[in-house]
């Protein structure tokens, strides 16, 4: 699988009232309608600026807070192909996997917000083509890139009637 997109950084400690304000999931469940707040606490009009592809980019414990599951069906509606961050929350990492949304643990540092990225998920490699150099993210398990490459962990069972990754 390989994505590109731009960038838009982001610090640490980036929890779940942060991606999406509940005060915003009262008034409606409509995904798409959400998508539009997303970030708007820390980054008003951040929904603007993103395009289909694009990357948010973190520092450690991404997705910390409650385990709202909405979290990262929320930044995958509003066009997020994938979020790279030096660690995530764990309950965060599991459900954004689940839903099809790809993480990946990496060196943040050396991304700027802007810089455009291309990202092989399955190998973890990540080319920062603004600065013109090449990291490593650490390698997901074969699992998960199954899980990921399938949409997730609901359509992988919809497809295979149980949770066992195919061999090949």
């Known amino acids: ?3 590109k997109g731009k960038a838009h950084k982001f610090g640490d400690d980036i929890n ?14 409509d995904y798409a309608e959400l998508a539009k707040h997303l970030m708007e606490d ?4 951040f929904y603007a600026g993103v395009r289909p592809g694009d990357f948010i980019v973190a520092g450690t414990n991404f997705g910390c807070g409650s385990s709202r599951e909405y979290a990262p069906k929320i930044i995958q509606t509003g066009g997020i192909a994938a979020i790279l961050a030096k660690t995530f929350a764990r309950i965060f990492y599991r459900n954004a996997i689940n ?12 991304v700027e917000d802007g810089d455009v990225l291309r990202v092989n998920l399955a190998r973890g490699e990540i080319f920062n083509e ?17 899980l990921l ?20």
């Not at 779940?16 to 469940?29: F, G, N, Q, V």
């Not at 820390?42 to 009009?45: A, M, S, T, V, W």
């Not at 399938?150 to 992988?156: H, I, K, R, S, Y």
């Open 42 to 45: 820390i980054r008003p009009g």
């Open 149 to 168: 490459q399938e949409g997730g962990t609901a359509n992988f069972i919809r497809k295979y009637g149980k949770f066992q990754v195919p061999k090949g």
């Open 1 to 3: 699988m390989d994505l």
């Open 99 to 110: 839903l099809g949304l790809p993480l990946l643990e990496c060196d943040t540092d050396q």
């Open 16 to 29: 779940t009232d942060y991606i999406m304000s509940s005060r915003h999931r009262a008034k409606t469940l």
């Open 130 to 146: 603004t600065r013109e150099r090449s990291f490593q993210a650490h390698p997901m398990p074969e699992f998960m890139v199954t």
